[in-house]
């Protein structure tokens, strides 16, 4: 609770304390032994007045302030109208006096918001806490000291030095030592991860044992801590249609209930000669109900809480609109290499043909894929146990979803799949083992093939189970692999279609028709490592980049980010969407129904001040209770 906070608080306690003493002198003191018995209610007047004053006198001073600004038709006004309209009944000597529910409405008003500020500042420290990743300073080696400088003041390529204990600052390669380095605040993930020299680490994560030379690769501003958390301070720009949707419905509901609590109060007087107290004191009750503050808090911190849950998991969303779509997803479409499977290839056969040596046919694919930083070009280099010398390859093109040509020892190479040799006109074989076949010839002759496979990932199948269970009615997944894989890889995980060798954009394509088979309100869902599939990420309803560790492109093309590599943590993100979707229908119907039923109540005299405050104030807290709901997801832990 911030210093504000506890000064209204004490103001609050004051003013009840205040209330309190008044209401009990007044019921049980006889005031009229203190003045005469037709001044009495001008004493409790004045007796209430000093705990309204006290409680509510900022909330008058909005009422006006907004007014002057042309706001006139929110809480403040509704507040400011009705409580004012309690103490006014004194000019109707034919009623009761109304001076405790007037003063008791703005007191729990002033409860109310109270409590909504703490809960609102709950939730953000919330998020606030779980992503507290930015570093206060880097550590560089001057004069053979450490010195701390600013994460800013690093340039790309300058060495920072990381103690155990503190958190790395910047992105970049480790060049001397060996850690063990603490995610959880990235990727919700509690095992530690070893690093040691040559391996890539990312600013956010907190250095736990050994001390880390690292060289910096990226500057302050473009690293991962600044993406990731500039990604989640602008979450909140970015609605739900139903935030929207309870903003526009305050903007037109509040000025017609002020209208008709005016005629409620105006129109039996004037026309029908009832008493003008009787239908005042309705219009004030009328007022009090109306308040939509209910809806206008609980809903986005609804959503708030939402967001601020998943992160804790490592789940980014960059806003509730993307959490809204989520909950609706039907639908969901996966690449395969590095989503479903480890995208970590090995080489488990070389099959030349019958004049050609394997370890030759090696060399030649290692040679050739010298220069891609594929997956498959990096196994096959892996495989392959001599040097690659650089100055015997020429002309080398690359060709998304075929292959390598280049010149070796002036002799042209095509390494790739079935496609690259048909446009070659190469006479190629297939293979019965099951894996990625990458294709050789030389100078248009077949020298044999290399097989290579892919890891499923331990969680893939437990995944798309959960997704099953979780509701999702489809899964399918898009891979540019051989058709016996992608077979196997499906079948393996019980994934319901598959499409196989597929281009980048045949990707785009294939997800065009599966969006035209989902219902109205089903969503579609891609999942992707978030570099190579950014066309699809972005023709989905929602895209989802998942093992986005330190990829910038992942970050950028994405509506939600998956921090780890684990297929199991996008069910859990659909769970956490579909429980904040309800937790905002079940205040949306209780608030609404609970203030039309007192309304209806208000309007036909049945309702009291205290039964107003109920349905106002009572909801409300009521309501933020149950959205903070969102911000628990133990359950959703593995």
């Known amino acids: 609770?911030?210093?504000?906070?506890?000064?209204?608080?004490?103001?609050?306690?004051?003013?009840?304390?205040?209330?309190?003493?008044?209401?009990?002198?007044?019921?049980?003191?006889?005031?009229?032994?203190?003045?005469?018995?037709?001044?009495?209610?001008?004493?409790?007047?004045?007796?209430?007045?000093?705990?309204?004053?006290?409680?509510?006198?900022?909330?008058?001073?909005?009422?006006?302030?907004?007014?002057?600004?042309?706001?006139?038709?929110?809480?403040?006004?509704?507040?400011?109208?009705?409580?004012?309209?309690?103490?006014?009944?004194?000019?109707?000597?034919?009623?009761?006096?109304?001076?405790?529910?007037?003063?008791?409405?703005?007191?729990?008003?002033?409860?109310?918001?109270?409590?909504?500020?703490?809960?609102?500042?709950?939730?953000?420290?919330?998020?606030?806490?779980?992503?507290?990743?930015?570093?206060?300073?880097?550590?560089?080696?001057?004069?053979?000291?450490?010195?701390?400088?600013?994460?800013?003041?690093?340039?790309?390529?300058?060495?920072?030095?990381?103690?155990?204990?503190?958190?790395?600052?910047?992105?970049?390669?480790?060049?001397?030592?060996?850690?063990?380095?603490?995610?959880?605040?990235?990727?919700?993930?509690?095992?530690?991860?070893?690093?040691?020299?040559?391996?890539?680490?990312?600013?956010?994560?907190?250095?736990?044992?050994?001390?880390?030379?690292?060289?910096?690769?990226?500057?302050?501003?473009?690293?991962?801590?600044?993406?990731?958390?500039?990604?989640?301070?602008?979450?909140?720009?970015?609605?739900a249609r139903t935030e929207n949707f309870i903003t526009r419905f305050a903007r037109y509901y509040t000025p017609v209930v002020v209208g008709v609590a005016l005629l409620l109060a105006l129109v039996p007087p004037l026309l029908f000669a009832q008493s003008w107290s009787d239908w005042v004191q309705r219009g004030l009750i009328f007022l009090v109900v109306s308040c939509p503050c209910a809806l206008v808090i609980s809903v986005p911190l609804s959503f708030f809480g939402g967001i601020g849950g998943a992160s804790r998991l490592g789940i980014l969303v960059k806003g509730s609109n993307y959490l809204e779509t989520l909950a609706h997803s039907e639908t969901v479409v996966f690449d395969k290499t590095g989503t479903l499977t480890d995208g970590t290839f090995n080489v488990v056969a070389v099959h030349p043909e019958a004049d050609v040596d394997p370890d030759w046919l090696l060399s030649v694919a290692a040679h050739a894929e010298a220069y891609s930083n594929h997956p498959i070009a990096l196994s096959i280099k892996e495989a392959y146990s001599g040097t690659i010398d650089q100055k015997r390859i020429q002309q080398v093109e690359e060709t998304g979803g075929h292959g390598v040509r280049a010149l070796l020892d002036e002799r042209v190479v095509l390494v790739g799949n079935d496609k690259l040799m048909s446009e070659g006109g190469i006479s190629y074989h297939d293979c019965d083992l099951t894996g990625t076949i990458l294709h050789v010839s030389l100078d248009g002759v077949y020298s044999g093939h290399i097989v290579i496979a892919d890891v499923v990932k331990e969680d893939a199948a437990a995944a798309i189970a959960d997704l099953h269970a979780a509701g999702v009615k489809k899964t399918v997944m898009l891979t540019g692999d051989r058709q016996e894989v992608a077979a196997a890889v499906a079948h393996k995980l019980g994934i319901d279609e598959f499409r196989a060798q597929l281009l980048p954009q045949d990707k785009v394509e294939e997800v065009e028709k599966l969006l035209s088979t989902t219902s109205e309100k089903g969503k579609l869902a891609f999942v992707g490592d978030g570099i190579n599939d950014a066309p699809v990420l972005t023709r989905a309803d929602i895209g989802i980049a998942m093992g986005a560790m330190g990829s910038d492109a992942a970050i950028e093309a994405a509506d939600i980010v998956l921090m780890d590599d684990k297929p199991s943590n996008i069910a859990k993100a659909i769970r956490i969407a579909r429980k904040t979707m309800s937790i905002v229908h079940q205040n949306i119907v209780f608030a609404l129904v609970i203030k039309f039923a007192v309304l209806i109540l208000a309007a036909v005299g049945l309702a009291n001040m205290w039964m107003a405050v109920f349905a106002d104030v009572g909801v409300a807290i009521l309501a933020i209770l149950n959205a903070m709901r969102c911000m628990n997801v133990k359950q959703f832990r593995d």
């Open 1 to 239: 609770m911030n210093t504000k906070q506890k000064r209204t608080l004490v103001r609050i306690v004051v003013a009840i304390v205040l209330f309190v003493g008044v209401y009990a002198t007044t019921e049980l003191l006889p005031l009229n032994t203190l003045v005469s018995e037709p001044n009495t209610i001008y004493l409790e007047f004045v007796l209430f007045l000093i705990p309204y004053i006290l409680a509510g006198y900022d909330v008058l001073w909005r009422a006006v302030r907004n007014i002057g600004h042309g706001q006139v038709f929110d809480e403040n006004f509704l507040m400011s109208i009705a409580t004012v309209g309690a103490f006014a009944l004194v000019l109707f000597p034919d009623t009761d006096p109304h001076f405790a529910e007037g003063a008791a409405v703005m007191l729990f008003y002033q409860v109310g918001e109270l409590f909504q500020d703490y809960a609102v500042d709950r939730s953000r420290k919330s998020i606030a806490e779980m992503m507290d990743i930015a570093p206060d300073y880097a550590n560089i080696m001057k004069d053979g000291a450490l010195v701390k400088v600013d994460p800013y003041d690093v340039a790309v390529g300058d060495e920072i030095v990381v103690q155990p204990g503190e958190r790395i600052p910047l992105d970049g390669i480790v060049l001397e030592g060996t850690s063990q380095l603490d995610t959880a605040a990235l990727t919700g993930e509690s095992v530690p991860r070893h690093v040691d020299s040559g391996s890539e680490v990312i600013s956010g994560c907190v250095n736990l044992t050994g001390v880390l030379t690292i060289n910096v690769t990226k500057p302050f501003g473009e690293s991962t801590v600044s993406r990731i958390l500039e990604l989640v301070e602008n979450a909140s720009e970015k609605k």
